[in-house]
């Protein structure tokens, strides 16, 4: 069994800045890539940024603003989030391609999605 527990979300001003994290914790035999996710109020999830093996992939509304980050000895994901703005506003959610045990193959998982909330 593997969980994703995330955490920094809350309520900022239009220009200011947040840390989310997220940790994987279980059985976990290796992680192949660790990204962020959101859902805003009325509109359908849509991948924020990815990490595999080190190569970077953000959404273009975030580029050069948000950074992700990666730590796999602690099998976990961060993703830095600058000059933050009213549209940036929803639920973040962690996602994980995780193998759990050899001789399985990997397998998706989520979190439960922490709020952030952008306004002033």
């Known amino acids: 069994q593997v969980h994703l527990a995330e955490s920094g979300g809350g309520l900022v001003q239009p220009g200011e800045s947040l840390r989310l994290s997220c940790v994987a914790s279980g059985t976990i035999f290796g992680v192949n890539a660790m990204g962020w996710y959101r859902q805003a109020p009325g509109k359908q999830r849509e991948l924020v940024a990815n990490i595999f093996r080190g190569k970077t992939d953000y959404a273009d509304s975030v580029k050069g603003r948000f950074t992700i980050s990666m730590d796999d000895a602690k099998n976990s994901v961060y993703l830095q989030m600058n000059s933050l703005k009213s549209e940036d506003t929803g639920v973040y959610y962690c996602?994980?391609?995780?193998?759990?045990?050899?001789?399985?193959?990997?397998?998706?998982?989520w979190g439960q999605g922490t709020l952030v909330t952008v306004s002033e």
């Open positions: 996602h994980a391609d995780i193998v759990p045990a050899i001789p399985y193959p990997p397998s998706e998982y």
